[in-house]
């Protein structure tokens, strides 16, 4: 009987201890990704992007401003949009100009849908200077840190990085998340596979003056071998991601 009693008081402690290290979901954020406007295309890509715990790990409340890096068809600008709500603002800032064609980039449909007013584009210039149009609380990119260091854009991504804190307010996040590449592989990968060392991130983006506060390793894969493309369909959709959060100084 004192074998059966020790036995399931750890069984209860185990589960005490899982749901504490469950993510705290707010409801502003569940509500962001209930959203009926939400394409389906989108909702179908959450059980493998887990869009409530990334933004509950972002910090994101109403209210907020965002300054979203990359957004690529939208799939975080509409959830950020929800979740900062009428009195937040979202920044979708990606090229006016595709920087490997030359060609115009059109406006996201995002920005003429008036479920998702409190969203408007600003350009990139990954060549120029980069000023958001006011001090914003959250930057976010996500599976894009490591297109800064593809060869033809020979960005100096430090200097980069220096820009986006000055966009920050004091106290403000910097949230990135990526593919994983190899550990120890630097910024060997980012052209060959479109992924980047987790620690050549941190390291780059502290030079800039962040200070690393929190990581999560709810997109975690430890099956994925870090050595295909991320677009090979025997990866695609299930990589190995990490999701940083850096701070700027108050």
Known sequence: MKTLTLTVAA???????????????PDYVAAAVADTHRPDADAKRD???????VLAFSGVKPGDKVFELLPGGGYFTR???????PGGHVYAVAPAV???TGAPVPPSPILSDPAYANVSAFALSISGPLKSPE???IIFTAQNYHDFHLARFKLDVVAFDRQLFADLK???????????????????DPDKLHRIDEAAVKQEVEAAGFVLVDESDVLKNPADPHTALVFDPSIRGHTDQFVLKFRKPA
Not at 14 to 22: G, K, N, R
Not at 47 to 53: F, G, Q, S, T
Not at 79 to 85: C, D, P, T
């Open 170 to 188: 004091p106290g403000g996040l910097l949230v990135i998340e990526d593919h994983a590449a190899e550990p120890g592989s630097g910024l060997r």
């Open 98 to 100: 595709n920087p490997e």
């Open 79 to 85: 959830l950020f949009s929800k979740a900062v709500g």
């Open 11 to 25: 069984a209860a402690l185990a589960l005490v201890a899982s749901a504490s290290a469950a993510p705290m979901i």
């Open 135 to 137: 001090p914003v609380d």
């Open 47 to 53: 059980v493998n992007r887990k869009p409530a715990e």
